[in-house]
Structures are given as C-alpha cells and as structure tokens.
C-alpha cells in the first residue's frame, strides 16, 4: 500500500512539471458588440518588415489561423532572360488568385523589365491566399524562377476573429516579422467637402 502511495504521488509530482503551452486568451463578444462604427469587425491590416519573406508570413499567418484575404507589395527578380516576360504574364494569369479584375498581372505594369538592370521583375497582388493557393504560388515562385527581394512595403488584409481584432492589433508587432499592425478603420467622406 505504501508503494502505490508513492507510486501515485511521484506520478502527480512529475506531472506538474510538464508546462502547457498557453494560448493567448482572445476575447469573445457577440458581433454586435465587436465593432463602433470606426473599423470594419473582423479585419486586421498588418505591414511586414523589409526581410520578411512571404513564406514566413504565410507560416505567422496559418499558426494563428487568419484568414489571407490579400497581399500586396512583395517584389520578385526573376533568373528567366527578358524575353520571358509574355510568357511569365501569361502564367500569372492563369492565377485566379493573381488575375482579380485589375489586379491581374499586366506587362509593363506589375511585370516589367527593370530600366536599369534589365531584370524582368515582378510586383503581384495576391487574393484570397488559403493554403492550396499559398503553396501552388510558392510552386509557382520556383517554375518561374522567381527570387524574392527585400522590399519597405507588404501588406496583409486579413480575416481575424470577430471582436480579436484590437487585440491581434497589439499583439502582432511584438513579433520579429511584423512592422505594424491595425485594424481596417472606416473613413467616412461627406460630398463635396
């Protein structure tokens, strides 16, 4: 009997060793209650370092399981020669997440020849970036031999929990990979004034 005392408090000390990890408490509140009128619930705006690559991004995003609604400003160079360029906007077309209306790659738009070093480079907006999407463009990044550049300006739209959106807001710049963060304010425009 004494045995099994010991047994069992030995098992109850080692298992209060063992630390969970904690997730961050984010608040609940009815959808009603999540927004004043000042920012749209449920969206998050967040700026990424200069260094920080898209990879990366797509991982702090998916671990926190937000939704990517677009990205904008990430810059690639591509290793194809020059003559490539029809070629290259014609695989970025076939994209639905690239070819959105007027955010489909145009040549000597978002896809051009760079004036100085003839680099055929590459400025996509991408949409509706779910997981399918995010690896077939990583797939795509590697076809079109496509090596991404330090750029000062990506940006994230993003779906986020009702009511989170504050603080993922706070949260979000406390990590290495994120500039800044806010959350998707409502600018009210009066005619004429």
């Not at 959106?165 to 990979?177: H, I, T, V």
């Amino acid at each position: 009997m004494r045995c099994l005392y010991l047994l069992l408090l030995a098992g109850a000390v080692a298992s209060c060793n063992r630390q969970e990890p904690v997730e961050p408490k984010i608040p609940i509140c009815p959808p009603l209650e999540c927004s004043d009128g000042t920012y749209v619930a449920g969206e998050l705006l967040v700026g990424m370092h200069e260094t920080t690559t898209l990879p990366q991004t797509f991982q702090l995003f998916n671990s926190n399981r937000f939704v990517i609604k677009s990205v904008m400003g990430p810059v690639y160079i591509s290793a194809l020669p020059a003559d490539s360029i029809d070629y290259v906007v014609r695989e970025l077309n076939r994209k639905s997440y690239i070819n959105t209306g007027p955010w489909k790659a145009v040549k000597d738009g978002n896809v051009y020849l760079h004036y100085q070093t003839r680099a055929l480079t590459v400025i996509p907006r991408l949409m509706d970036m779910t997981e399918a999407n995010q690896q077939d463009w990583l797939a795509t990044v590697q076809r079109l031999a496509l090596q991404e550049q330090a750029t000062m300006v990506k940006s994230c739209h993003l779906g986020v929990s009702l009511c989170a959106e504050k603080f993922w807001a706070q949260l979000l710049p406390q990590n290495s990979l994120v500039k800044w963060a806010e959350i998707n304010k409502i600018a009210r425009v009066q005619p004429g004034g």
